[in-house]
């Protein structure tokens, strides 16, 4: 009997480290990339336009095309992902073509970022001719971020009580009519939240955004011009071993956006569940 | 009123299918466009002496991605090595040992671990990882090992998430069933619960491993991409991600084709562990109409 007590004290010991590990680590990155990098940021790091490569100035234009990316792809993804959701949850529940759906919607949050880069490369840059642009980078993420919202979406559809859709029919509204004024804003958290989760991988991928956007320093004034966004400014800084403190800088920048993005996503759920 | 109503309804069905149905459009352009720029070189060089082909001279001619494959192999297994004990350890103990309360205010970093941008994580170890490592084991630096950790933190999450579900989902009177016949907390864990969540935590393991095999940028700025089979796990490796995003920028011609025909064993890869992800969710559905 003892013995059992004792394996038991050992393993919750064990298991209790397992989580001690996993949050040192990650109070270790954000501790270390926060402590040299907080020093860096000031208005003009975030307002300059960088000079000699980046080794001076700021990081302006970078995060001028990280916002023009997100937009963008937000603009096509949001709603072929919000609409698809409606699909597969209100009007097939079974059936081969709900499979193949699902089938293709979990193999594009399995297909690794570089492939997405190198199909938006051939497709977008090269065969429709759109070039390195803020275009062919933003219909490349759209299609990476389509799952994210598309499975938030469905979970968000799926919790609304069918009450609430029998209420509706019964006062003699459509099925359109119901989905658009009863079940959509009633999942509306649901699906914000899966909108700023998808924000925060576009913020940010590297891979695919250099092969489809380019990487040129210059601030993007239409969506046909190549940029450059904040993760692939710190991969170019510190690949290239340009400038370790301005990589310091970006990527204590890029670890504000995301707390800020997670905090937002979980409040945003929280306020759902409280309705 | 009721037929331009029945009109509007039939309208918005269609143009809902033709939404959803983009995703599998997009998966077969990604599958054809990728496939056209990488096939015809794996034909002329032969997928055998391309596949099994231990040389990379890209500007001489010479494609062979053997060590990218193995150095994808070794990268991999080093995360998971760390990373399964680490997430399923996690698992449990949110599931099973705290109060949901407290596995609450837990799971935020969790989500803030898997928010972090890959490069970041990159950026950690080119500037952490690699010198620690210089410095205790000696050598460059740049390593299989070095991937390895930084993938560990980065499969993380997917691996905790999944491996919680699962055991959140073994039904309640399976452990009151093994606490009754008086074994402990930690046996019940162990011969009952974990038994019965484990094709989910297979699930969880297939999907970090599709994590691992694709990440690309924390990989490139840790290994120092040197294209041989590594000999140790303090040898500089390169994978096949990096093998694409390194020389894309400047190759041209039958280099290209070589580079998309990377991608293809790549994507073929992947494909592979997104059915057997597949399958082993479909195990569980098994586990639950049994259970």
């Known amino acids: 009997m003892d013995k059992k007590l004792i394996e038991q004290k050992i393993a919750v010991f064990l298991l209790g480290a397992c989580i001690a590990i996993t949050f040192f680590l990650l109070i270790a990155v954000i501790g270390h990339i926060l402590q040299k990098g907080l020093g860096q940021i000031s208005v003009e790091f975030l307002l300059e336009e960088p000079r000699d490569m980046g080794r001076e100035g700021g990081i302006f234009p970078t995060i001028v095309g990280t916002i023009y990316l997100v937009v963008i792809s937000l603009i096509i993804s949001v709603p072929i992902g919000v609409l698809s959701a409606i699909y597969l949850t209100e009007y097939t529940r079974k059936g081969p073509i709900l499979k193949a759906i699902r089938f293709a919607t979990e193999s594009l949050a399995g297909i690794p970022s570089i492939i997405f880069g190198l199909f938006g490369f051939t497709f977008f840059v090269i065969f429709l001719k759109l070039g390195w642009s803020v275009l062919s980078g933003s219909l490349t993420l759209a299609f990476m971020m389509l799952p994210t919202i598309v499975r938030a979406s469905e979970e968000a559809i799926k919790s609304v009580p069918d009450a609430y859709r029998l209420g509706s029919f019964a006062l003699g509204a459509t099925k ?89 996503a979980n409040f945003v759920m929280r306020k759902m569940i409280s309705v | 009123m009721n037929n331009l109503n029945r009109l509007i309804e039939r309208c918005i069905k269609n143009v809902l299918f033709f939404c959803a149905a983009i995703s599998i459009f997009v998966v077969l352009l990604i599958t054809v466009f990728v496939c056209i720029e990488g096939f015809p070189i794996i034909k002329k060089y032969g997928l055998l002496n391309f596949i099994l082909g231990r040389k990379w001279y890209p500007l ?3 494609f062979g991605i053997f060590p990218m494959i193995i150095g994808s192999i070794y990268v991999t297994c080093g995360a998971l090595l760390f990373g399964v004990p680490l997430g399923v350890g996690c698992a449990i103990f949110l599931a099973e040992i705290v109060p949901k309360k407290i596995a609450k205010i837990l799971r935020p970093g969790i989500e803030l671990l898997a928010g972090i941008p890959s490069v970041v994580y990159g950026f ?3 500037v952490v990882i690699v010198p620690l490592i210089k410095k205790y084991f000696g050598g460059s630096g740049f390593s299989v090992l070095a991937a390895s950790v930084i993938l560990t933190v980065m499969i993380l999450p997917t691996i905790v998430n999944i491996s919680e579900d699962a055991i ?29 969540a484990r094709s989910g935590i297979m699930t969880a393991i297939v999907l970090g491993m599709g994590r691992a095999i694709g990440e690309t940028m924390a990989v490139i700025l840790v290994t120092g991409n040197v294209a041989k089979i590594p000999g140790s796990f303090l040898d500089p490796v390169r994978t096949l991600t990096s093998n694409i995003a390194i020389e894309m920028p400047y190759s041209a011609g039958e280099h290209t084709q070589a580079l998309f025909a990377t991608g293809i064993v790549l994507f073929v890869l992947i494909m592979f562990l997104n059915m057997m992800s597949t399958f082993t969710r479909s195990l569980r559905k098994g586990d639950k109409l049994s259970g």
Do not use: C
């Open chain 1, 176 to 264: 359109w009519q119901t989905i658009r004024k009863v079940v959509l804003p009633t999942a509306l958290p649901g699906i914000i939240t899966g909108i700023i989760l998808g924000i925060g991988r576009a913020v940010g991928e590297t891979a695919p955004v250099i092969l489809t956007m380019g990487s040129a320093l210059r601030i993007p004034w239409t969506i046909m011009q190549p940029a450059r966004t904040m993760s692939v400014h710190l991969y170019i800084l510190a690949s290239e071993g340009i400038s370790m403190e301005k990589a310091y800088g970006t990527a204590t920048v890029l670890i504000i956006v995301v707390i800020f993005i997670n905090f937002l």
């Open chain 2, 60 to 62: 001489d001619g010479v």
């Open chain 2, 124 to 126: 950690y170890g080119l």
């Open chain 2, 168 to 196: 959140r989902a073994v039904p309640a009177e399976y452990k009151e069933g093994s606490l009754a016949l008086g074994a402990t907390h930690w046996q019940t864990i162990k011969r009952v619960i974990l038994p019965t």
